[in-house]
């Protein structure tokens, strides 16, 4: 186990030639940990590209899923898989690199920070970040009355599940019990847990097209950060880096993003060395009441 200090980075989309560049400037972190909190790109071979860069720079390295790493996508060379084989798959390419995922048992973090249980999971969403007057029947509607529709409703497919909510709904329950499990093994211990969604619907700031939060997680996860003990909540997909306090819990949001989206940091010569963000031990505590959301557009 790593001795050093656990770092993370998400939405790496490494489908884009700046943001490929710019992981393959990644240096060596001996003794360091690194989560990838999902979204490195849409095939088999930008997840090889990403967990052999990460193994070749850190000691211990989790990987969760993203949306982006479960999307079925035509004409691509490929095996064909949807749903959970796809997600399959992308189990079987990270344990060729002896990387954690969430079907591994949760592991106890010994370097600085910790001791803490870090504890990469995977929820997908259910639509329910919606307004309260939006029904689950018309929310994708009320969301392409503003041009607003993930691209997972065509390229991410739920099979053998009925639907997206469905998986969902599957996936909480079954990461409920292991988290409680793992609680229970670790009574006197915080976690760390990793999932590329936002666990709570109030960390989503999307200014430009809000009722993208359809796509952004599930009401059922708010108060786990409460329920389990969580030193830290750890996640992407938003492409907004910020850090959060809530309850004494700090949440980072800890995206790259696509070009366009760190082209500022890129022209102060920062990149994805200068944007991973240290998780443990990580800025100083905030132990009660709230403080206001940390903006980190250079880091």
């Known amino acids: 186990m790593s001795a050093g200090k656990l770092y993370a980075i998400a939405d790496l989309h490494l489908g884009f030639a700046d943001n490929k560049a710019s992981w393959a400037k990644l240096t060596p972190h001996p003794g360091d940990g690194l989560i990838l909190c999902g979204d490195v790109g849409e095939s088999a071979e930008h997840l090889r590209l990403a967990f052999s860069k990460a193994t070749e720079c850190f000691d211990t390295v989790w990987w969760c899923p993203g949306n982006h790493e479960l999307y079925s996508l035509p004409g691509r060379s490929g095996s064909g898989a949807r749903g959970e084989q796809k997600y399959q798959e992308c189990i079987d390419i990270a344990r060729e690199y002896s990387i954690l995922t969430p079907e591994d048992d949760f592991i106890v973090w010994e370097g600085e920070g910790g001791p803490a249980v870090v504890a990469p ?8 970040f919606r307004p309260d007057d939006v029904s689950l029947d018309g929310a994708v509607a009320w ?8 691209t997972d409703e065509f390229l991410l497919h739920p099979d053998p599940h009925a639907s997206r909510q469905a998986w969902c709904a599957a996936l909480i329950q079954r990461f409920e019990t292991r988290l409680e499990a793992v609680k229970a093994q670790f009574p006197t211990l915080p976690l760390v847990i990793a999932n590329h969604w936002p666990l709570r619907e109030d960390l989503i700031t999307l200014s430009f097209n809000p009722r993208f939060s359809l796509w952004c997680g599930t009401k059922l996860t708010n108060d786990w950060h409460q329920r389990f003990n969580a030193k830290v ?6 492409h907004l880096r910020r850090t959060d306090w809530k309850d004494g819990c700090r949440f980072e949001e800890v995206s790259l993003g696509y070009p366009r989206q760190w082209k500022r940091c890129a022209e ?5 060395q200068e944007l991973m963000r240290e998780i443990l031990p990580g800025p100083e505590g905030v132990r009660m009441g709230e403080v206001p959301t940390q903006w980190r557009i250079y880091g």
């Open 121 to 128: 999971i995977f929820t997908l969403y259910d639509y329910s």
């Open 268 to 272: 102060m010569g920062k990149g994805v």
């Open 233 to 238: 909540v750890i996640s992407g997909h938003l």
């Open 143 to 150: 969301a392409r009355e503003k041009d607003t529709e993930a």
